[in-house]
């Protein structure tokens, strides 16, 4: 696989006027309507492979044909239809090939295995893309063993999807075998040819239409790899139109947006046409349209003579562009027929003046070290235009975090935000910049901003960039083994608060004890009512937070119940975040350490990475009852002994590991409940999460977590405002281990 580097390019949309041809069926063959009809023929058997059921699943295909064609040899369009992987046949397809088929194609609907194996995730949806792409390969080369017999230009296959089915076909297209990944069951399945029938022919296309459709990984697409056209709607959740998780498989995936981006970078030919308004699926009269044009450039530009394009035109004629960006421009040309079609580029000659940046044969212009205008230029078949560039800087940057705190045994990642004069902040690559520590003896820093500690102390990190600088402070921490914050025996400078609790009473208790001469005792009553829980405990006292522990201890003992502990801290920045005690607080007959740990905190105030120093703001208890409406609860909890575990040796106190022993998934808190609840899961390594909520049909309703978590404890948030009353199932699955459990909403 080919790499490439993250970019900032503009996409460019494409306009095009659709014309129904009507009345008549004059026109051009291939890009309008000439056939009044089709000729199907059905149920033609192209090959046969295992299904996932174990059974061998003979595979069909429905051919249409234009009516009374005397043609010697035609273009085929092979079609996939959708059903996320699981379901729909061929018959879905039957109006698109219909009207291929009246436009002077030959059209073929195909059967391909569907199924996605138990548990359902990135692997076994890999499978299920490869046993399609399998099947399509069987087809084409079907129709290149017996091309004769149909009058195929065998120079001239291309493929169609829908759905799930285009994903077939982009991965067809994009994915070569070298790039399977290493846990997708080849030895069960087969290699990306597979064995579905009519070896010795060549499988390769000529190009594809991706019509709602998505690709696993970008990384697959290579620059010598075959044209795309992309049909998506902008607001798809089913099968995302950029990036993002899919709302059918619950998995991240690249959609047409995105293809159509790296194609561009990469210089492969493509089309695109994007709709604000759109969702999944919908415009199929403009899909038609818009895909006979594509293949209809396809075919004109393998065909004619460079003397058959005219009137060429830049994709910009005039262009402002932050300097660190990058533009590909494409080239457009009118054919013989009258019709605006985009040039490979290879037929085109760039140059550019020389003080504003380079441009390559691919059309991809990046501007120079500093500031400047003039002109790009492009050549095609002796004619020449131009587009006028203006190259502009940042005005001003920002180091961060502004001040943090690291140790010896961590590094920290500097991160840079810049930005222009008009306040808009753009990517800047890292390398750019240039890092100095003031005192290498405390810390050193690289050019990718990484900081590393060595002693304890305070530098300062300046970095520069063409005359600009900002700076950051680090200071470097040290410490080991346990510290203790508080040993609570005094309730100086401690507030409490009960939240929807009927009483509340703090006091010392020199009867209990886990060490020192006290403890406090929490002594609680509430009445439980779903709409009011969860019914919370709040000690609150600031501690500052020095270096960077491991997990917080506090020694506990309660009534028995299976109460939760959490922790409120804010980080150098003051976004807000959470740690939670790894077990119940259930432990009635002594005191037990709970230790919550401070990786993979869960933040309350966006998607961000805690930076140093820490304050911790206070000890929260969620209490636990019998969820019975209009009951009272009362007890008691001693907590005992504040402390901070650092990397280091620490004495058998230490009882509860970082990690998990287990994957788990526990029952949410409260349950039922309105609006929101909490689900906490536990993972014993690193490994892709997702945590997602389905109605009693199977249906998504939310996903909860979708990517790569660290081992730990974690907990997140589920708001139910917009589900209406009744049970839901919420579902982990990490790895191979998979837990779903029941949820009630009551409204």
């Given at each position: 696989?080919?790499s490439?580097h993250?970019?900032s390019?503009?996409?460019i949309?494409?306009?095009?006027?659709?014309i129904?041809?009507q009345g008549t069926?004059?026109?051009?063959?291939?890009?309008d309507i000439?056939f009044?009809?089709?000729t199907?023929?059905?149920?033609i058997?192209f090959?046969?492979?295992?299904?996932i059921s174990?059974?061998n699943a003979a595979?069909?295909l429905?051919l249409?044909e234009?009516?009374?064609?005397?043609?010697r040899s035609?273009?085929l369009?092979?079609?996939i239809?959708?059903?996320s992987?699981?379901?729909?046949d061929?018959?879905g397809?039957?109006?698109?090939c219909?009207?291929?088929?009246k436009?002077?194609y030959?059209a073929?609907t195909?059967d391909?295995?569907?199924?996605i194996?138990?548990?359902?995730g990135?692997?076994?949806?890999?499978?299920?893309?490869l046993?399609?792409?399998?099947d399509?390969?069987?087809a084409?080369?079907?129709?290149?063993?017996i091309?004769a017999?149909?009058?195929?230009d065998?120079s001239?296959?291309y493929?169609e999807?829908?759905s799930?089915?285009?994903?077939?076909?982009?991965?067809y297209?994009?994915?070569?075998q070298?790039e399977?990944?290493p846990?997708?069951n080849?030895?069960?399945?087969g290699?990306?040819e597979g064995t579905?029938?009519n070896?010795?022919?060549s499988?390769?296309?000529?190009g594809?239409?991706?019509y709602c459709?998505?690709?696993?990984d970008?990384k697959?697409?290579d620059?010598d790899?075959?044209?795309v056209?992309?049909f998506?709607?902008?607001?798809d959740t089913?099968?995302?139109?950029?990036?993002?998780v899919?709302?059918d498989f619950?998995i991240?995936m690249?959609?047409?947006v995105?293809?159509?981006r790296i194609?561009l970078?990469?210089?492969?030919?493509?089309?695109?046409a994007?709709?604000?308004?759109?969702g999944h699926?919908g415009?199929?009269d403009?899909?038609r349209?818009f895909?006979?044009?594509?293949?209809?450039?396809?075919?004109?530009?393998?065909?004619?003579?460079?003397q058959?394009?005219?009137?060429?035109?830049?994709s910009a004629?005039s262009?402002?562009?932050?300097?660190y960006d990058n533009?590909t421009f494409l080239?457009?040309?009118l054919d013989?027929?009258?019709?605006?079609?985009?040039?490979p580029q290879?037929m085109?000659?760039y140059?550019?003046?020389t003080r504003i940046?380079?441009i390559?044969?691919?059309?991809?212009?990046?501007?120079?070290?500093?500031?400047d205008s003039?002109y790009?230029?492009a050549?095609?078949?002796g004619?020449?235009?131009?587009c006028f560039v203006?190259t502009y800087?940042?005005?001003?940057f920002i180091?961060?975090?502004?001040?943090a705190?690291?140790d010896?045994l961590?590094?920290?990642k500097?991160?840079?935000?810049?930005?222009?004069?008009?306040?808009v902040?753009?990517?800047?690559?890292i390398?750019k910049?240039?890092?100095t520590?003031?005192d290498p003896s405390?810390g050193?820093v690289?050019?990718?901003?990484t900081f590393?500690?060595?002693?304890?102390?305070?530098?300062?990190?300046?970095a520069?960039?063409?005359?600009y600088?900002?700076?950051s402070?680090v200071?470097?921490?040290g410490?080991?083994?346990?510290?203790?914050?508080?040993r609570?025996?005094?309730l100086?400078?401690?507030t409490?608060e009960?939240v929807?609790l009927d009483?509340l009473?703090v006091?010392?208790?020199?009867?209990q004890?886990?060490?020192g001469s006290?403890?406090?005792r929490?002594d609680y009553?509430?009445?439980y009512?779903p709409l009011?829980?969860?019914?919370m405990?709040?000690?609150?006292?600031?501690?500052?937070?020095?270096?960077?522990?491991d997990s917080i201890y506090l020694?506990?003992k309660?009534?028995?119940r299976?109460?939760r502990l959490y922790?409120?801290?804010?980080?150098a920045?003051?976004?807000?975040?959470?740690?939670f005690?790894?077990?119940y607080l259930?432990?009635?007959?002594?005191?037990?350490i709970i230790n919550?740990?401070?990786t993979?905190?869960?933040?309350l105030?966006?998607?961000y990475?805690?930076?140093?120093?820490?304050?911790?703001?206070?000890?929260?208890?969620?209490?636990?009852?019998?969820n019975i409406?209009?009951?009272?609860?009362s007890?008691?909890?001693?907590?005992?002994?504040?402390r901070?575990?650092y990397?280091g040796t620490v004495t058998?106190l230490e009882?509860m590991?970082?990690?998990p022993?287990?994957?788990?998934?526990e029952?949410?808190?409260p349950n039922?409940?309105?609006?929101?609840t909490?689900i906490?899961?536990?993972l014993?390594?690193?490994t892709h999460?997702?945590?997602?909520?389905y109605?009693i049909l199977?249906q998504?309703?939310?996903?909860?977590v979708?990517?790569?978590k660290d081992?730990?404890?974690?907990?997140?948030?589920f708001?139910a405002?917009?589900?209406?009353?009744?049970a839901y199932l919420y579902?982990l699955?990490a790895?191979g281990?998979?837990?779903?459990?029941k949820?009630?909403?009551v409204?």
């Amino acid at each position: 696989m080919k790499s490439f580097h993250s970019f900032s390019i503009k996409l460019i949309a494409i306009t095009f006027v659709l014309i129904s041809v009507q009345g008549t069926y004059a026109g051009t063959r291939y890009r309008d309507i000439v056939f009044p009809s089709a000729t199907v023929t059905k149920n033609i058997q192209f090959g046969s492979n295992l299904s996932i059921s174990g059974s061998n699943a003979a595979l069909y295909l429905d051919l249409y044909e234009p009516a009374n064609d005397t043609a010697r040899s035609r273009p085929l369009v092979i079609l996939i239809h959708g059903g996320s992987l699981i379901s729909g046949d061929r018959s879905g397809m039957d109006v698109f090939c219909t009207d291929f088929a009246k436009r002077g194609y030959v059209a073929v609907t195909i059967d391909y295995r569907l199924g996605i194996e138990s548990p359902k995730g990135v692997r076994t949806i890999l499978e299920a893309l490869l046993r399609g792409v399998q099947d399509t390969k069987a087809a084409v080369r079907f129709f290149r063993s017996i091309a004769a017999q149909y009058r195929i230009d065998t120079s001239q296959i291309y493929l169609e999807g829908s759905s799930a089915g285009s994903m077939v076909a982009v991965h067809y297209a994009y994915w070569d075998q070298d790039e399977i990944p290493p846990d997708v069951n080849q030895a069960k399945w087969g290699d990306v040819e597979g064995t579905s029938g009519n070896p010795g022919f060549s499988s390769a296309i000529k190009g594809i239409i991706n019509y709602c459709g998505a690709i696993i990984d970008p990384k697959w697409i290579d620059a010598d790899e075959v044209p795309v056209a992309n049909f998506h709607g902008l607001l798809d959740t089913v099968v995302p139109a950029d990036s993002g998780v899919s709302g059918d498989f619950t998995i991240k995936m690249f959609g047409g947006v995105a293809i159509s981006r790296i194609a561009l970078q990469l210089g492969i030919y493509n089309q695109g046409a994007f709709f604000p308004q759109m969702g999944h699926g919908g415009n199929e009269d403009s899909l038609r349209v818009f895909s006979s044009n594509f293949l209809y450039s396809l075919m004109v530009l393998s065909s004619s003579a460079p003397q058959d394009l005219t009137s060429m035109g830049l994709s910009a004629t005039s262009l402002k562009l932050f300097r660190y960006d990058n533009y590909t421009f494409l080239a457009t040309a009118l054919d013989r027929s009258g019709n605006r079609i985009i040039l490979p580029q290879p037929m085109i000659q760039y140059t550019c003046d020389t003080r504003i940046g380079t441009i390559a044969s691919s059309g991809v212009f990046t501007p120079s070290d500093h500031p400047d205008s003039g002109y790009v230029y492009a050549k095609f078949n002796g004619a020449t235009t131009s587009c006028f560039v203006k190259t502009y800087d940042f005005k001003y940057f920002i180091v961060r975090p502004k001040l943090a705190v690291t140790d010896t045994l961590r590094t920290l990642k500097l991160s840079v935000d810049t930005y222009d004069a008009d306040a808009v902040r753009h990517d800047v690559p890292i390398t750019k910049f240039k890092f100095t520590s003031t005192d290498p003896s405390v810390g050193t820093v690289d050019s990718m901003g990484t900081f590393t500690g060595k002693k304890s102390g305070t530098t300062k990190i300046i970095a520069t960039c063409n005359g600009y600088s900002d700076t950051s402070v680090v200071r470097v921490e040290g410490a080991s083994g346990l510290v203790s914050l508080d040993r609570l025996e005094s309730l100086s400078g401690w507030t409490f608060e009960g939240v929807t609790l009927d009483s509340l009473s703090v006091t010392l208790a020199a009867d209990q004890k886990s060490a020192g001469s006290a403890s406090f005792r929490i002594d609680y009553k509430f009445t439980y009512d779903p709409l009011k829980s969860p019914y919370m405990v709040y000690l609150n006292k600031d501690f500052l937070v020095y270096g960077i522990p491991d997990s917080i201890y506090l020694d506990v003992k309660s009534d028995g119940r299976r109460h939760r502990l959490y922790y409120r801290l804010s980080d150098a920045d003051s976004r807000i975040f959470r740690a939670f005690g790894g077990k119940y607080l259930n432990n009635s007959q002594a005191f037990d350490i709970i230790n919550a740990p401070m990786t993979g905190l869960s933040s309350l105030s966006g998607t961000y990475d805690a930076i140093p120093p820490m304050t911790l703001r206070r000890i929260e208890i969620q209490l636990a009852g019998d969820n019975i409406q209009g009951q009272s609860t009362s007890g008691t909890i001693y907590v005992d002994n504040l402390r901070l575990k650092y990397p280091g040796t620490v004495t058998g106190l230490e009882r509860m590991p970082l990690s998990p022993a287990l994957f788990s998934l526990e029952q949410n808190y409260p349950n039922p409940f309105n609006p929101s609840t909490t689900i906490r899961y536990a993972l014993t390594s690193r490994t892709h999460v997702t945590l997602v909520v389905y109605n009693i049909l199977g249906q998504i309703v939310a996903v909860l977590v979708n990517g790569e978590k660290d081992a730990g404890y974690y907990e997140t948030r589920f708001d139910a405002g917009s589900l209406a009353s009744g049970a839901y199932l919420y579902r982990l699955q990490a790895g191979g281990f998979v837990q779903a459990r029941k949820l009630i909403v009551v409204k």
